[in-house]
């Protein structure tokens, strides 16, 4: 398993926390709550080693249009970066409800 | 033609089988009286996954909700079976039993309090082994006490299934409601392969695993009490109405004396063909059945 962590500038607030997804084979589990401050912090703990430059791919390609104030935990069973685009996706429309 | 009115009932079928989890412990309450207990954000999960190099889940893939079925106080406890094969660990284990222990002590304080169990579970997780088996054994004994005042539901929607021990806890059950997708039993299909070889059970052979581990045959041979349609409101209402009937007046573990002597009357020396079994197994002792 892997621990990985990454912090983006943010500046909006978000209405309220949403939890998205299954710990389950290739799929994964977002929880994301609103924060304090100027920054959006990534927690990833996964269970495929080695990936970490897809990992900053893709989050880096989210967060140039996602400028929420939050911190987004996922727990990942070894999802495609399409599936963790997906999620994240849902976690965003869900906390917007 | 009539072709045409089961396909639109087919597609207008809202399933509870395709509900996530939390969705379907929902699905069963009145609506608007659930809130969830220990829920993701509550963050307690597994210790032991990640020191296995396993990522945990937020809730340890078992989600517990309070609130009203049928207008009376119930607890409903659902297994995520995409998580680790819905496989009970120490945290999930806990949070089920502590949860049937409230109920109890709802019900000695004189608040009638129910519990569902949705089991889409292949029971102890393998990772938490020993703490799994103690979790199962608790479980039982909680659901014995809990049993004694209020029904205890266990449902199996499917497609995971209810296997190994959570399977006895099902048969401590007051009522066990199943649908046709479902399956219920000790030992799995690729278990019993491995252990007694193809010629005893090819694993491969879905038409047997649920002849034989299917709801319907579960229904049929008295091990489960209702077969529902994957039917959100059906299933909802079977719920209600088992809630609403109260506890049996004798469980179905209680029956040993029935099910010792069916089994002694069973010709064990040739293998039973599922659907003869069927018919032989419910007319054998159905007159005690009926006491």
């Known amino acids: 398993m892997e621990q990985i962590e990454f912090n983006y500038p943010a500046k909006r607030k978000v209405p309220k926390r949403a939890h998205v997804g299954v710990v389950g084979s290739g799929d994964l589990e977002v929880l994301l709550e609103p924060a304090e401050g100027e920054v959006a912090h990534v927690s990833i703990r996964t269970s495929v080693d080695g990936f970490l430059d897809t990992w900053k791919a893709v989050l880096d390609r989210f967060f140039t249009k996602y400028d929420g104030v939050v911190r987004i935990q996922i727990n990942d069973a070894g999802a495609t970066p399409g599936n963790v685009q997906l999620r994240l996706e849902q976690a965003l429309e869900v906390s917007e409800q | 033609m009539s072709n ?230 059906q299933i909802a209402d079977a719920i209600r109405g088992f809630v609403s009937m109260g506890v049996p007046p004798v469980h179905r573990s209680s029956q040993v004396a029935l099910f010792r002597g069916r089994v002694e009357k069973l010709d064990t020396s040739r293998q039973w063909d599922p659907k003869e079994f069927r018919a032989l197994w419910t007319t054998n002792g159905s007159d005690e059945e009926k006491r």
């Not at chain 2, 395709?18 to 009286?33: I, N, Q, S």
């Not at chain 2, 220990?38 to 999960?45: K, T």
């Not at chain 2, 032991?48 to 809730?59: E, I, R, S, Y």
């Not at chain 2, 491969?204 to 002849?211: N, Q, T």
């Open chain 2, 4 to 233: 045409e009115g089961y396909n639109a009932r087919f597609i207008n079928r809202q399933s509870f089988i395709e509900l996530d989890t939390r969705e379907r412990a929902k699905a069963l309450f009145d609506a608007g009286t659930s809130r969830e207990l220990l829920g993701p954000f509550d963050r307690v999960e597994s210790p032991w996954l990640p020191m296995q190099g396993v990522a945990p889940q937020a809730d340890d893939g078992c989600v517990v909700m309070k609130g009203r079925i049928a207008g009376q106080a119930a607890v409903v406890v659902a297994l995520e079976g995409a998580f680790q094969g819905g496989s009970i660990g120490e945290v999930s284990g806990e949070k089920m039993t502590t949860a049937l222990d409230l109920a109890c002590a709802d019900n000695e304080k004189g608040v009638p309090t129910s519990a569902v169990i949705l089991l889409e579970t292949g029971g102890v997780r393998l990772q938490e082994a020993n703490l799994g088996l103690a979790a199962i054994a608790e479980l039982m004994a909680s659901i014995l006490a809990l049993r004694k005042h209020a029904p205890v539901i266990c449902l199996t929607a499917g497609t995971v299934g209810c296997f190994g021990g959570m399977s006895l806890a099902a048969g401590l059950a007051s009522y066990v409601v199943m649908t046709r997708e479902a399956r219920l039993g000790m030992n799995g299909p690729e278990v019993i392969e491995q252990e007694n070889g193809v010629e005893e059970f090819d694993s491969s052979d879905r038409a047997l695993i649920w002849a034989i581990h299917g709801g319907e045959q579960r229904y049929a041979t008295g091990l489960a009490d209702a077969l529902v349609d994957d039917d959100t409101p």
